[in-house]
């Protein structure tokens, strides 16, 4: 059975996004600067970067599909990632709202699943046949999956960017001890492993 | 002129000390586990053991000295350090408490400042003679002096642990961006060093 990870850039004082998350600036104040490693130096970063979308299936908050903001879809909206999304599998966006699946090329469909986390984790295991599951976020999501206990691996990409305010990982409470399973430090970012204790 | 460190270990989710912080667990409910590095595997950690309190003065809060808790002092308290704390040099205390110096063996001498960060700094400097300066803790004096500005270089000891709750680092907003500067990961343990962008 495929191992259930949670693979996230995140700046030093904990946020996964700067305050004012907009559809215009969907990672906040501030929160493009926890990802500028993977655009600036990609072949420093090879294995780690490729490691983010190697997962069978994946979950995310309506928040990370579509920005913030609740209420029901609005018809034209297929994502942040343009018609060939880097995921390349099917990823189960976590809503309120009925939505029929939306395909895309290069083999990712969002597919939208209104029973909550066991539900999509229940499809997401399905789908995914035996190859990992990525919790992709964004943070609400990622704490709702750590504080239940349901993620095997936290990887953290730690930028030294302090942000000050934001969407912060393990504001969920109920967390277990982790062991560090691996650990890379670069210039411009630091590479954390954990798994659960 | 000294450098202005901060130098503190810290659990993954941010947290200096666990919550419900006593006389009897000053560090709260798990936080000890942040320290554990230290005294189970010291001769791999030397160089970073060492360089927290490789200074020549120390500025540290009330509750770091003497627990949680406001008010006036017990007479009898002399901190949890016993005969011979690790400072070896004049600690300057930040208290609205009046309080005679407390001196201790090994060149540890207690300072009580009444007058702020401001004044607590000004002393240490001068005291520190052209050597480092340490704002040893706890998370409230650490973010006092960092969202202030005031501190040059940032050290954190990064531990495969949640806390959850507590006290956390990064908490008084207002704050810069970092250059790493130095970076070493351990299984136990990862160490992080930045400076002031």
């Known amino acids: 059975m495929g191992t259930v990870y949670c693979d996230l850039a995140i700046s030093l004082d904990g946020y996964l996004a700067g305050p004012d998350q907009t559809r215009d600036t969907p990672l906040g104040v501030g929160g493009i ?10 072949e420093k970063h090879e294995r780690e970067i490729e490691a983010i979308v190697d997962a069978g299936a994946f979950i995310m908050g309506r928040n990370m599909f579509a920005g913030p903001g609740a209420g029901v879809w609005d018809a034209d909206w297929t994502g942040w990632w343009g018609e060939d999304p ?7 966006v976590l809503t309120k709202h009925e939505h029929d699946p939306i395909p895309r090329e290069g083999g ?3 597919h939208f699943v209104t029973g909550g986390a066991t539900e999509a984790l229940d499809r997401a295991r399905e ?6 599951i990525s919790i992709a976020g964004g943070a609400a999501t ?35 001890d982790l062991v560090q399973v ?16």
Chains 1, 2 share one sequence.
């Open 142 to 176: 990622a704490n709702q999956f750590l504080a239940a206990g349901l993620v095997d691996e936290l990887r953290l990409h730690v930028a030294p960017v302090l942000l000050g305010s934001g969407a912060r990982l393990f504001d969920g409470g109920a967390l277990t």
């Open 33 to 42: 600067k926890l990802h500028q490693w993977k655009f600036d130096e990609p």
């Open 86 to 92: 880097p995921y390349h599998g099917p990823v189960f």
């Open 182 to 197: 691996d650990a890379r430090a670069t210039p411009r970012i630091t590479h954390l492993r954990y798994a659960r204790a």
């Open 108 to 110: 990712t469909t969002f």
């Open 127 to 132: 789908a995914a046949a035996g190859r990992d």
